[in-house]
């Protein structure tokens, strides 16, 4: 699935010229079940997890969207946001629907992107984000 995954990411950018992350979060997922399931098979659709991000420096907005995995945002004022990307799922078409989302970073901060965010997990993020403060690292 990987070498897959990296092929439609690269097929997205360089050959259908996509770039909003919405757009890009469509191809994949389609290029993914295309010959491994029908649409919406909810087996292949609960493995499936990913999230697409776009780095605008000049506007210092995160723009993504995905399916499942969401990340940790901290900001230079120790402001926390759990971000998780939304999408749909329209049954008519068998087909789920990316939702294109920001993020204002004007703050800087620090990204922590995990499939998993426990409390004991949230706590150690949070831990090392006061002892290692920085600015934005996307």
């Given at each position: 699935?990987?070498?897959?995954?990296?092929?439609?990411?690269?097929?997205?950018?360089?050959?259908?010229?996509?770039?909003?992350?919405?757009?890009?979060?469509?191809?994949?997922?389609?290029?993914?079940?295309?010959?491994?399931?029908?649409?919406?098979?909810?087996?292949?659709?609960?493995?499936?997890?990913?999230?697409?991000?776009?780095?605008?420096?000049?506007?210092?907005?995160?723009?993504?969207?995905?399916?499942?995995?969401?990340?940790?945002?901290?900001?230079?004022?120790?402001?926390?946001?759990?971000?998780?990307?939304?999408?749909?799922?329209?049954?008519?078409?068998?087909?789920?629907?990316?939702?294109?989302?920001?993020?204002?970073?004007?703050?800087?901060?620090?990204?922590?992107?995990?499939?998993?965010?426990?409390?004991?997990?949230?706590?150690r993020l949070k831990a090392l984000n006061r002892v290692?403060?920085?600015?934005?690292?996307?």
């Amino acid at each position: 699935m990987s070498m897959m995954a990296i092929n439609a990411l690269k097929d997205a950018v360089a050959i259908f010229n996509l770039n909003k992350p919405s757009q890009i979060a469509s191809h994949l997922y389609n290029e993914l079940i295309k010959n491994n399931a029908k649409p919406l098979n909810l087996n292949l659709l609960l493995g499936i997890e990913f999230i697409v991000c776009k780095y605008t420096k000049n506007a210092k907005v995160l723009e993504y969207s995905g399916h499942k995995i969401s990340f940790e945002y901290f900001d230079s004022t120790n402001y926390h946001k759990t971000v998780r990307p939304q999408r749909n799922l329209n049954r008519q078409l068998g087909m789920i629907e990316f939702n294109d989302e920001c993020l204002d970073i004007t703050k800087g901060g620090r990204y922590f992107f995990t499939p998993t965010v426990t409390t004991t997990n949230l706590a150690r993020l949070k831990a090392l984000n006061r002892v290692n403060p920085s600015t934005s690292s996307c």
